[in-house]
């Protein structure tokens, strides 16, 4: 019997992307306050225009776990409008699972390759890591997954779920 599963995680802001969001709009204000005295502001008006922009682009975004029986699909979304697809990846490939500050975990995080993480900006202590093999290699996949997401993964992954 297949079993579906899926939950959205809204990532809080990052006070890194709102101070780059202040920085930016001053730098573009004085350069246009500049442009009237020197054509070289212009040089500093559209990069902080164009970084503006693009910083607006990826403000928001939240994370999308799909899972049918044991393919799980990891999607974000940016500001509630675009929809980009992340990863896709078997749980029957997972080696390990375990809370992300866990001994087990920091074992084999020291071999894996590549490190994916899909995770807010908050604080929270319900993180874990997931160790698994993809494409030959061993990668970790940071998620911080709902309630309803952890019990569909705490079943699937039974024989590799650790709680310490």
């Not at 928001?60 to 776990?65: C, G, I, L, M, S």
Request: overall charge neutral.
């Amino acid at each position: 019997m297949e079993k579906f599963t899926e939950d959205v995680i809204i990532q809080e802001n990052n006070p890194k992307n709102t101070v780059l969001t202040i920085l930016f709009i001053v730098l573009a204000v004085v350069s246009f306050l500049g442009m009237i005295v020197t054509f070289l502001a212009l040089i500093v008006f559209i990069p902080s225009v164009v970084c503006l922009f693009l910083l607006k682009r990826v403000k928001d975004v939240q994370y999308e776990f799909t899972m049918l029986s044991e393919e799980v699909r990891v999607s974000a979304i940016y500001n509630l409008e675009r929809r980009k697809s992340l990863k896709t990846f078997d749980l029957s490939n997972v080696k390990l699972m375990a809370p992300y500050e866990s001994g087990r975990v920091e074992h084999e995080r020291s071999q894996c390759k590549k490190t994916y993480k899909y995770t807010t900006n908050a604080h929270r202590e319900k993180i874990y890591s997931l160790i698994l093999e993809d494409g030959g290699q061993k990668c970790e996949i940071v998620v911080e997954p709902t309630e309803k997401i952890l019990n569909h993964l705490k079943e699937l992954c039974k024989n590799v779920y650790y709680e310490d």
